[in-house]
């Protein structure tokens, strides 16, 4: 648990337990869409010091809402927290596992700057994580 | 029965248009809705050919409620709206989603319920929803949001896709929801069809347009095709329903005087009137069959030969063919010739949906049509004076407020309230008659509410509030007369290719057939003749209880007087007219 998840709000006290099929869903869009959407929408001539400040925004900054700044990691963690660690050992969630392991694996370069980034390879493992979890959650249904 | 009205010289301009982009030099102003930045991002940084609003100087409008207040007081400062789907934001900034009872849902969603009250408050308003289109339809059963051509869905997440889809909106948005007097509403379909239109206009290719009874396909014939099409002559109109099978021939073609039993004159065929102009043939599956190998001859060679003359005339006219049923069903069983159908270019048919496909647009509708009613001549001096006694200017426009959650009217204006019951009946009616008996409906709550207002000053009681209530009373009773007809019916095709089953069709144009009523029989009525002083009066007498019955019969609807006394519904004015000579009085007659 990092700090950024600390600073989102607790689940709403009158929830109920989430269906994984919901939490899911969440994950799809908090992680899966705006993991992948700054690069994404990157015009094709971006420079590189703008491909990797998008990469910076997907991974650390990757939901900027009323109720807190959560990154990548932040959000993968609050998912399994709140129920999608349950999911262990259903088909998919492995891969599930293994796609965000590689786009999170991007932070340190994102981070500690030095050479450019390989926007293909970018794009590809952030496009993984999202394609990851509409598999499993076909699997679900 | 053949109509000709002259070219049309200028646009019938009642109304300032909606909220008309203003697409000129200047960057097409975007709105934010989104509890994050990543799209507000995207527009300020990758998309330079488009301004970001920033409201307070904040890059997004971050929740619903914020939004709407917010565009409420600025939305002429708006082009488009990009909107996101899923907000995450705490509980009181979320609109209510009344499906949805999960909150997580409610947020996923959110997008849906601001997208919703946007449409209703500003439905001219173009909005790119930030989501996947299955997204959509998990909240948006019936497919109206999705449906309203001011709503785009970004299917795709790259730069491109997001330019394409705001430009697509743009331009739409530029064309308005109406024009002049046609109101196109917001229904995809619509806008399928003016852009369709646009094209058909050019050159003198036939055209066919097929849609149920009251959707309009004269009124975009006329106001649209022909005017478009830039043609100098006139727009002539021949109602084949109105016209008995013998003398079609002579109505198309023309006669000499004795070339047969009954021609006691020579007599113009439509072709040569519309002659450089625009050949309306409303019912065209009524030309008998034995007729339509000489009209594809006249198609396809563009000359006429009257009726016992014996050269023929070289005719330009641009033929639209209209019916209220699938022209190729006709073809299928044997009654329209195939050759001829093929002539007419199927290929390109304009389908005209029913208004109960479309029911997204009837705020839309009734707000235009109430306050185009006001101004009416017959009703603008009672509004006038209601809205004297009501401390506003004889100028004040009339709004209406549908139902109770409905956006109160501006304070310069008188407002006809339609209570929630009202709003909810009117909501769910089926308009067998579509728009014409919409706009029949909506003038007579102006009308009637306009003259008990009235009333009401005369007898001396003050009445000062600029809210005129509709008596809920009368929508049901305007609605009666076609409820019977409100069982679901087949929509003609979308799609040439997949003719739907024939729907139920009147057999006379405009007309809503009447249940259980004779159609032979719908004219005709029992009057007593009373001996008068002359016989002048005793005309007067009979033709004031034919005049009577026929309002009871067909429940108080002019137009549909019209369409029976005149053959053209549009005439109601008349009949209107000739109630007041034989001083028969509208409010009087309602409660007899």
């Known amino acids: 648990m990092n700090e950024e998840l600390l600073t989102m709000n607790p689940p709403h006290p009158s929830s109920a337990p989430p269906d994984p099929r919901e939490l899911l869903a969440d994950l799809a869009h908090d992680l899966g869409k705006y993991l992948r959407m700054p690069v994404a929408f990157l015009p094709a001539a971006a ?17 900027v809402t009323p109720t807190g700044t959560r990154g990548a990691r932040a959000l993968w963690e609050a998912f399994l927290a709140e129920g999608g660690d349950a999911l262990r050992g259903r088909e998919g969630f492995d891969e ?28 590809a493992d952030f496009s993984a994580v999202s394609a990851a979890i509409r598999a499993l959650s076909q699997r679900l249904d | 029965m053949v109509s000709m009205h002259a070219p049309m010289t200028g646009a019938v301009a009642e109304l300032p248009p909606l909220q008309v982009p203003r697409m000129s030099k200047r960057k097409p102003n975007i709105l934010v809705v989104d509890d994050g930045l990543t799209y507000a991002r995207v527009v300020a940084d990758h998309l330079p050919e488009l301004r970001l609003v920033t409201p307070d100087g904040q890059p997004c409008l971050r929740d619903g409620p914020s939004a709407l207040a917010w565009l409420d007081r600025h939305v002429d400062e708006v082009d488009l709206v990009l909107l996101d789907m899923h907000f995450d934001v705490p509980d009181e900034k979320l609109l209510p989603l009344p499906n949805e009872p999960s909150l997580r849902r409610q947020k996923r969603f959110q997008g849906v319920a601001i997208l919703r009250e946007i449409r209703h408050r500003h439905p001219a308003l173009p909005v790119v929803l ?22 785009y869905v970004l299917d795709g997440e790259d730069l491109d896709t997001l330019r394409i889809r705001i430009n697509a ?19 995809r379909a619509m806008a399928a069809i003016r852009r369709r239109l646009e094209v058909l206009s050019r050159g003198s290719m036939p055209v066919i347009i097929e849609g149920e009874t009251g959707t309009g396909k004269s009124f975009l014939a006329e106001r649209y095709l022909h005017r478009k099409s830039g043609r100098k002559g006139a727009f002539v109109t021949l109602d084949l329903s109105a016209v008995p099978t013998e003398l079609v021939a002579s109505h198309l073609f023309g006669a000499l005087r004795g070339s047969f ?62 019916s209220n049923q699938p022209l190729a069903l006709a073809v299928a069983e044997g009654r329209f010739r195939q050759d001829l159908y093929m002539r007419l270019g199927p290929a390109t048919r304009v389908v005209i949906p029913p208004l109960r496909e479309r029911l997204g647009d009837l ?47 501006p304070s310069h204006a008188l407002a006809l309230v339609l209570p929630e019951p009202a709003w909810k009946v009117l909501s769910a009616h089926r308009w067998p008659g579509n728009m014409r008996e919409l706009h029949s409906v909506m003038h007579h709550l102006v009308a009637f509410t306009l003259v008990a207002a009235a009333d009401a000053l005369r007898s001396g009681m003050p009445l000062k509030n600029p809210r005129l209530q509709v008596d809920v009373g009368l929508v049901g009773e305007l609605l009666s007369a076609s409820q019977a007809l409100n069982a679901p019916r087949a929509a003609a095709p979308a799609s040439p290719a997949a003719p739907a089953p024939a729907p139920v069709h009147s057999q006379v144009r405009g007309v809503t057939p009447l249940p259980a009523v004779d159609t032979d029989a719908r004219d005709t009525f029992l009057v007593k003749v009373r001996p008068l002083g002359s016989l002048n009066a005793v005309a007067v007498d009979v033709e004031r209880q034919y005049f009577f019955a026929l309002y009871k019969r067909f429940g108080g609807d002019f137009a549909r007087m019209a369409e029976v006394l005149l053959g053209d519904p549009a005439k109601e004015r008349a009949i209107r007219l000739r109630f007041n000579q034989m001083g028969l009085k509208v409010r009087e007659l309602r409660g007899r």
């Open chain 1, 47 to 63: 420079s590189d010091d703008e491909v990797r400040d998008a990469a910076r925004r997907a991974l650390l900054e990757t939901r």
């Open chain 1, 96 to 123: 599930l596992e293994r796609a965000v392991a590689r786009a999170l694996a991007w932070e340190t370069r994102v981070r500690d700057g030095g050479s450019a980034l390989e926007r293909p390879a970018l794009v």
């Open chain 2, 130 to 151: 930030l989501t996947a289109e299955q997204d959509l339809s998990l909240v948006d059963v019936d497919g109206q949001l999705a449906a309203q051509s001011m709503t």
């Open chain 2, 169 to 187: 909106a743009l331009q739409e948005a530029s064309q308005g929801l109406e024009e002049d007097d046609l109101l196109w509403g917001g229904h």
């Open chain 2, 261 to 322: 039993t009954g021609a006691v004159a020579d007599r113009k065929g439509v072709f040569e009137l519309a002659h450089h102009g625009t050949l309306f043939i409303d019912e065209i599956q009524n030309v008998p069959i034995e007729v339509q190998k000489q009209l594809l001859v006249v198609l396809q060679e563009r000359k006429v030969r009257p009726i016992g003359a014996a050269r023929e005339i070289d005719v330009d006219v641009k033929v639209v063919a209209a």
């Open chain 2, 363 to 409: 705020p839309f509708f009734a707000r235009r049509i109430v306050t185009r009613a006001a101004e009416d001549p017959e009703n603008a001096p009672l509004k006038a004076e209601v809205a004297r006694a009501a401390g506003l200017t004889s100028e004040a426009p009339m709004h209406v407020l549908l139902g109770r959650s409905d956006t109160p009217p």
